[in-house]
């Protein structure tokens, strides 16, 4: 079982930058793939980020590519979203997830989930 807590949400203006944070309990974080998704209000929650566990390979939605940085410390049970150049439509909820078998963009690849932090980007 893990349990994640994301932190770093916030009322930013178009342009800002704001780094999310989710610290994971259990033993065995950096056996786990981790992804951070996303909600906005009336849509579908969607794939922003992930960091496999193995390789420690990286890889992005289009929307957000040059823009956005995961990275992981293993030794602290922690995975951050640093986003750069927010615009509006960054507006939603980010969830922190993590995947015990399986790794990638897909929802159903994540077993575990956080409870959300909200991001709010201006004009």
């Known amino acids: 079982q893990v349990q994640l807590v994301e932190s770093g949400g916030g009322l930013v203006q178009a342009g800002d930058s704001l780094r999310l944070s989710c610290v994971a309990s259990?033993?065995?974080?950096?056996?786990?793939?981790m992804g951070w998704f996303r909600q906005a209000p009336g849509k579908e929650r969607e794939f922003v980020a992930g960091v496999s566990w193995r390789s420690g390979n990286t890889y992005y939605a289009d929307s957000v590519k040059g823009r956005f940085t995961i990275s992981r410390d293993n030794a602290k049970n922690l995975v951050y979203l640093q986003m750069n150049s927010l615009k509006p439509e960054d507006t939603a909820v980010y969830y922190c997830?993590?995947?015990?078998?399986?790794?990638?963009?897909?929802?159903?690849?994540?077993?575990?989930w956080g409870q959300g932090t909200q991001v709010t980007v201006s004009s």
């Open positions: 997830a993590a995947a015990k078998y399986m790794e990638g963009s897909a929802k159903s690849a994540y077993d575990y």
């Open positions: 259990g033993r065995t974080f950096s056996s786990y793939a």
